[in-house]
């Protein structure tokens, strides 16, 4: 089963940690959004998130070391194995080369640059008014996607909040970071032919997560009838020879539902089903014959 890395691109506001985690789930691939860990580092008073705090308030970048480190643990853990998506990773060049490193190391690439692009009057607008849930991560907007109970969240009910970043002295700032530091890398995933631009004006959430759905899962069909990214890494899941490789589309396409857990337990009960239903099946048969065909 080939693993599938997705980035998120574009700048603060235009709606990438709601798409990501809607991808997130349907793909089962994990999110990582690497501000939602810096927020909580902060939060929990790590020495991460004690460096972190004042550059974040700011609206600067965390240092390129500090960002890589959380990058390498999470792919280094079990539920990074089929792939992750990464939401605010990477935001510079040097970040985008560390990124192509570590995947590289593991036999695998970025498969999918998702590059949601807002003006930048827009984006003032949603990130004043978005507020979040500091528990559960989840993002509202006051008028544009508020919560069922206003200032609640809607999954634990726990008080929203604002964040120290959200205030519009701060956007202003992260924008220009984002102009001049982040905006750009999107080219590099352009030259090779992964990067797709979704425009995050059309419609609502709903509009944009289509086109990126659309993205995601020919970017998957394309995976899966591709060979590995190359690295020598790449043959410790699956390939043995030459021929294995050659046959893995074919493997590939009937392994995606295996590939999710609770799928492929599910598969088990489902085998069973088919069994379970033949009896009554037998069972009305008889009658029916003794009936006759009329
Ligand atoms: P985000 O939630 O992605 O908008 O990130 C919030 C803040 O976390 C950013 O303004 C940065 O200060 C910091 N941050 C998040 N991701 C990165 C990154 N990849 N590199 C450096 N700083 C980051």
Redesign the pocket.
């Known amino acids: 089963m080939r693993a599938m890395d997705i980035v998120f691109l574009g700048p603060?506001g235009a709606g990438k940690?709601t798409q990501a985690q809607r991808l997130a789930e349907e793909l089962g691939i994990p999110q990582l959004?690497?501000?939602?860990v810096?927020r909580k580092a902060v939060a929990d008073g790590t020495p991460v998130g004690l460096r972190a705090k004042a550059?974040?308030d700011a609206?600067?970048?965390?240092p390129d070391d500090v960002?890589a480190d959380l990058i390498r643990e999470a792919l280094g853990g079990e539920a990074a194995r089929g792939g992750v998506i990464f939401d605010?990773?990477?935001?510079n060049r040097a970040?985008a080369a560390t990124l192509d490193g570590l995947l590289s190391s593991l036999g695998r690439k970025v498969d999918l640059a998702i590059l949601v692009d807002l003006p930048e009057p827009v984006i003032v607008d949603r990130l004043s008014g978005r507020r979040s849930c500091p528990k559960d991560g989840l993002t509202y907007h006051l008028t544009g996607a508020p919560p069922k109970v206003a200032g609640a969240c809607d999954r634990c009910g726990g008080p929203l909040v604002q964040r120290d970043?959200d205030r519009p002295e701060t956007i202003r700032d992260?924008l220009r970071v984002y102009r001049e530091q982040t905006s750009g890398i999107e080219d590099g995933y352009s030259s090779a032919k992964v990067l797709v631009r979704v425009d995050g004006t059309v419609g609502g959430p709903d509009d944009v997560y289509a086109a990126v759905r659309r993205a995601a899962l020919a970017a998957r069909a394309a995976l899966s009838s591709s060979p590995p990214a190359g690295a020598p890494a790449a043959a410790k899941p699956a390939a043995k020879g030459k021929s294995p490789a050659r046959r893995k589309p074919a493997a590939a396409k009937r392994k995606p539902a295996a590939k999710r857990k609770p799928v492929a337990k599910r598969k088990s009960v489902a085998k069973r089903k088919p069994v379970a239903k033949r009896r009554p099946v037998a069972r009305k048969r008889k009658p029916a014959r003794g009936k006759g065909r009329r």
Do not use: F, K, N, W
């Not at 609206?59 to 965390?62: A, F, K, M, Q, Y």
């Open positions: 603060p940690g959004s690497t501000g939602a810096l550059i974040m609206g600067g970048l965390v960002v605010g990773y990477p935001r970040q970043d992260r």
